[in-house]
T-cell receptor, first 113, second 118 residues
């Protein structure tokens, strides 16, 4: 597609439920990144994929968070047993080798009630 | 470890005037890149400008320029001739360029909210 696509755009879930957030990067972009942005805050790095492997997953806050990428394209971020502190906007970005700026999607706003 | 500091939570500027948004950074990596992103109220992150640590000249992109002072570890964004559409949150970010790689996580500052008055 023309840009990075994320779905759903909004998700409200009950505490304790599992959620899956999806990211479709720009076609051909080999690098994919997940970030989290809490209200009024900066972006917190979660995980980075190069192809289907994740050389840097240092930002995942707990073992309730996991992510995978298949076919070097679509990525899914899964949050198990959601907690209220997981409420945030989850942003995905992708890039090409040598590209200076990363292209971000519009994000998924997750609200845990 | 990398750290980005943006000390201005909010800035105001009159339309058509220039404004400088401050950014200081800290890193032990000899090679790194510095970025500025704009986030309008819609939430999307828009890439504005990039400066490599070994670039000899300050980066410019249209009305945006980056005032890079390596010794002071600062990378301030200058927006000339401000427009109403420039009102947004602005983030400074950096990435280590270890081994010449252009991949890797960006570390972001807390952001500065810019408001342009007519």
């Amino acid at each position: 597609g023309a840009g990075v696509s994320q779905s759903p755009s909004n998700k409200v879930t009950e505490k304790g439920k599992d959620v899956e957030l999806r990211c479709d990067p720009i076609s051909g972009h080999t690098a994919l990144y997940w970030y989290r942005q809490s209200l009024g805050q900066g972006l917190e790095f979660l995980i980075y994929f190069q192809g289907n492997s994740a050389p840097d997953k240092s930002g995942l806050p707990s073992d309730r968070f996991s992510a995978e990428r298949t076919g070097g394209s679509v990525s899914t971020l899964t949050i198990q047993r959601t907690q209220q502190e997981d409420s945030a906007v989850y942003l995905c970005a992708s890039s090409l080798r040598g590209e200076k700026g990363y292209t971000f999607g519009s994000g998924t706003r997750l609200t845990v009630v | 470890a990398q750290k980005i500091t943006q000390t201005q939570p909010g800035m105001f500027v009159q339309e058509k005037e220039a404004v400088t948004l401050d950014c200081t950074y800290d890193t032990s990596d000899p090679s790194y890149g510095l970025f500025w992103y704009k986030q309008p109220s819609s939430g999307e992150m828009i890439f504005l400008i990039y400066q490599g640590s070994y670039d000899q000249q300050n980066a410019t992109e249209g009305r945006y320029s980056l005032n890079f002072q390596k010794a002071r570890k600062s990378a301030n964004l200058v927006i000339s001739a401000s427009q109403l559409g420039d009102s947004a949150m602005y983030f400074c970010a950096m990435r280590a360029n270890a081994g010449g790689t252009s991949y890797g996580k960006l570390t972001f500052g807390q952001g500065t909210i810019l408001t342009v008055h007519p």
